[in-house]
């Protein structure tokens, strides 16, 4: 899948936070520019739930975590959980992901399902877990969390003059030089027209781009027959985001960037079109036949607990405690909530530690809380405790935590403080 907010830093603002950290405290000025520079421009906009006490590391992963408890979820995450199973019984025993200042195994993300397993099914069971913060886009913590979704389009399997923006398979070859077309090649200049890759048209192109945007979706045809399309592969090019584009230009304020406001952009600018989508020369292709939305672990997604990750950061196959941003209906924060989470996809857009996307479903309803989230949360990563904490908590009475962070986390198990 893909996102609409791509929010890692420009090589630029990591130069300029280099010089921040070497002035110091020498110069109030650069310390005000430093601090607004932690993170991405097109983020810093009001009520947008970052922590800017968090405290300041240089590492991945911080290893003085205080998370509250593990919220108890609801029925649907226990089909994710096997799901998860399975992707993780799939991979060879002896790999370990080397992630800046830890080491995980994949027997250890095996040990975190079996420990989860085993409370749902037993919630007095005390889960021998820790809990590592993940260092977020500004070392302070702040990871933001935008959604995805899968929409519905409705196509035709010919073309006509309505219906005829095509949805793409991935061409089995590549030029020359290794590649494949950009973009603007694609959809404005046929370079795949006539290759047999078409699997339907739509009739519209933006349309075509938030499918892309999402990684997969549902498709309709005439008679009312449905089919999912899935995640089929890209063309290798830079994915640019259309939401920075735009912020960057002027034409849309930070605060108001979502995917309906890109969308009535785009509306209000047909002779626009061509030129901001070619500006995100990164393309999707798509596959068929699979009967429910597959992530990149190649396992069906499961919605509200399905996100998709940096894998050079989090290993698919991971469990995650989020503290995640709550929405009113307008889309303004009004807190966050605690959530456990799998780590079951990964996009394009998705780079480094400041940014995870959350699945949100499929339809409208999906669609509208993907469309709103933008804002920041923590995120932890969920490792088996080590022998000496296990064996030290074995003598001690296991406490639940009060904290109630959802309306369904009557249960909470407390997880461990790594030292």
């Known amino acids: 899948m893909l996102s609409i907010f791509p929010l890692y830093f420009s090589l630029y603002s990591d130069a300029v936070k280099t010089i921040c950290k070497t002035l110091g405290i020498f110069s109030v000025i650069t310390l005000a520019g430093c601090s607004q520079l932690e993170i991405d421009q097109s983020n810093a906009f009001d009520n947008n739930g970052r922590d800017k006490n968090g405290l300041k590391r240089d590492t991945l992963y911080l290893k003085e975590s205080l998370p509250p408890g593990l919220p108890y979820p609801d029925a649907i995450f226990e089909k994710g959980l096997k799901q998860q199973e399975t992707y993780l ?47 977020g886009q500004d070392q302070r913590g702040n990871v933001q969390i935008t959604g995805y979704y899968v929409p519905i389009i409705e196509v035709r399997r010919k073309p006509d003059s309505l219906y005829r923006y095509p949805l793409y398979r991935k061409p089995p070859k590549t030029d020359a030089n290794g590649q494949l077309p950009t973009r603007e090649q694609i959809d404005f200049e046929g370079a795949l027209k006539g290759q047999g890759l078409e699997i339907a048209y739509s009739k519209s192109l933006v349309d075509n781009f938030f499918l892309q945007v999402q990684g997969s979706g549902v498709v309709e045809f005439k008679n009312g027959k449905r089919e999912l399309l899935s995640w089929g592969g890209v063309n290798g090019r830079a994915y640019r985001s259309l939401g920075k584009e735009l912020i960057e230009r002027g034409e849309i304020d930070k605060a108001k960037i979502s995917a309906q406001s890109i969308r009535q952009w785009l509306k209000a600018h047909p002779d626009q079109v061509r030129e ?131 309306s369904n986390t009557s249960n909470q198990a407390t997880l461990v403080v790594k030292k």
Do not use: C, M
């Open 276 to 406: 901001l989508l070619s500006t995100n020369e990164s393309y999707l292709f798509f596959s068929e036949g699979q009967p429910d939305p597959i992530g990149a672990a190649n396992v069906p997604l499961t919605p509200l607990y399905s996100v998709a990750v940096d894998p050079a950061v989090i290993p698919l196959g991971s469990i995650l405690l989020g503290e995640l941003p709550k929405l009113d209906k307008k889309g303004n924060l009004i807190g966050h909530e605690y959530h456990l989470l799998l780590a079951q996809d990964k996009g394009g857009a998705i780079k480094g530690p400041g940014h995870i996307d959350w699945y949100q479903g499929i339809g409208k309803e999906a669609q509208i809380h993907a469309g709103q989230l933008k804002h920041f949360g923590k995120i932890w990563l969920l490792l088996p405790r080590q022998k000496e904490i296990i064996e030290k908590a074995a003598t001690d009475t296991p406490v639940t935590s009060q904290v109630a962070t959802n």
């Open 89 to 135: 019984a799939r991979l060879p025993k002896k790999t370990d992901y080397h992630l800046d200042n830890t080491t995980v195994s994949v027997d250890q993300l095996k040990t975190v399902t079996q420990e989860i397993q085993h409370w749902l099914t037993n919630p007095k069971y005390f889960p021998k877990l820790e809990a590592l913060q993940l260092a």
